[in-house]
T-cell receptor
Framework: DAGITQSPRHKVTETGTPVTLRCHQTENHRYMYWYRQDPGHGLRLIHYSYGVKDTDKGEVSDGYSVSRSKTEDFLLTLESATSSQTSVYFC????????????????FGSGTRLTVV | DAKTTQPNSMESNEEEPVHLPCNHS???????IHWYRQLPSQGPEYVIHGLTSNVNNRMASLAIAEDRKSSTLILHRATLRDAAVYYC????????????????FGTGTRLTIIP
């Protein structure tokens, strides 16, 4: 278990307000990701990070920004929330096999359900 | 990006084995085959992954065709707790050191377990 915590778990906000979602991990993993999940679309990558202050865009990055000032925290910010950003947001980390350090998999957080009204 | 094809839904009886198929005819030699599942109201959960050889772990087995164009996730004895959406995903191992890969989740297979 990578010890991923997402906060808040639920949030309702008004259109046009800024919103920040937090992802916290406790095992010093290098790679962290933000996904959103919507009915009919599966999971789509928003942004990812490959180290402190190293981030890049995913396939649906418009309207979102991220920051990673510490290894353990990856923040997702909606600068001005819109109704189209109503979604469930998942944070993930990529882990390596403990025994070999080779290809592992991904561990996801429990998600943040965001509603923009 | 290499894509995968899975049936939309499957049903299985409790305590019986379940074979979940996945086709990936355009897989490249550097693509790992990953399986995840998502229980209701939870994030996706890693199940298993492999490259060429069959793999076993405490959760499931992964059978990979010799030409690697298809794979099958095997749950040896289904329980009600295995009811979930199962995703088959390809991940390019060449991107391991860059982190800029994206896991392309399709719509997966919704597995229903019948008591």
């Amino acid at each position: 278990d990578a010890g991923i915590t997402q906060s808040p778990r639920h949030k309702v906000t008004e259109t046009g307000t800024p919103v920040t979602l937090r992802c916290h991990q406790t095992e010093n993993h290098r790679y962290m990701y933000w996904y959103r999940q919507d009915p009919g679309h599966g999971l789509r990558l928003i942004h990812y990070s490959y180290g402190v202050k190293d981030t890049d865009k995913g396939e649906v990055s418009d309207g979102y920004s991220v920051s990673r000032s510490k290894t353990e925290d990856f923040l997702l910010t909606l600068e001005s929330a819109t109704s189209s950003q109503t979604s469930v947001y998942f944070c993930a980390i990529r882990f390596l096999r403990r025994t070999s350090g080779q290809e592992g998999g991904y561990t996801f957080g429990s998600g943040t359900r965001l509603t923009v009204v | 990006d290499a894509k995968t094809t899975q049936p939309n839904s499957m049903e299985s009886n409790e305590e019986e084995p379940v074979h979940l198929p996945c086709n990936h005819s355009t897989i490249s030699g550097t693509d790992y085959i990953h399986w995840y599942r998502q229980l209701p109201s939870q994030g996706p959960e890693y199940v298993i992954h492999g490259l060429t050889s069959n793999v076993n772990n405490r959760m499931a087995s992964l059978a990979i065709a010799e030409d690697r164009k298809s794979s099958t996730l095997i749950l040896h004895r289904a329980t009600l707790r295995d009811a979930a959406v199962y995703y088959c995903i390809l991940r390019d191992s060449r991107l391991s050191n860059f982190g800029n890969e994206k896991l392309t989740f399709g719509t997966g297979t919704r597995l229903t377990i019948i008591p």
